[in-house]
């Protein structure tokens, strides 16, 4: 069975740091594209970050670009979110998410399977 779990997330004040790990059991990451998503309140699921497959390339929402980095740590099969200068309009529940593919794209409704997400706050 597909299982992701997140984990990582928590209260920091702004300008602070955050790294979120997307842990994976049942299936090799690495096989597949995974994304970032996150959700506020009274807010749809946006697009984060994403890591392709086969040649490793990132994408990040214009938002995050330059405070946000995704990598991947095969050999523990885990994806991991690194957020740096972080504002409090970053505060959302972070998702990770696979599709069977290996490219990435940034609407959720691609995505087959999702970890249960993990609160970040940002806030002083």
């Known amino acids: 069975q597909v299982q992701l779990v997140e984990s990582g997330g928590g209260l920091v004040q702004p300008g602070g740091s955050l790294r979120l790990s997307c842990a994976a059991s049942g299936f090799t990451l690495d096989s597949y594209a995974v994304g970032w998503f996150r959700q506020a309140p009274g807010k749809g699921r946006e697009g984060v970050s994403c890591v392709t497959s086969g040649d490793g390339r990132t994408y990040y929402a214009d938002s995050v670009k330059g405070r946000f980095t995704i990598s991947r740590d095969n050999a523990k099969n885990t994806v991991y979110l690194q957020m740096n200068s972080l504002k409090p309009e970053d505060t959302a529940v972070y998702y990770c998410?696979?599709?069977?593919?290996?490219?990435?794209?940034?609407?959720?409704?691609?995505?087959?399977?999702w970890g249960q997400g993990t609160q970040v706050t940002v806030s002083s």
């Open positions: 998410a696979v599709w069977s593919g290996y490219v990435c794209y940034d609407d959720p409704a691609t995505y087959d399977s």
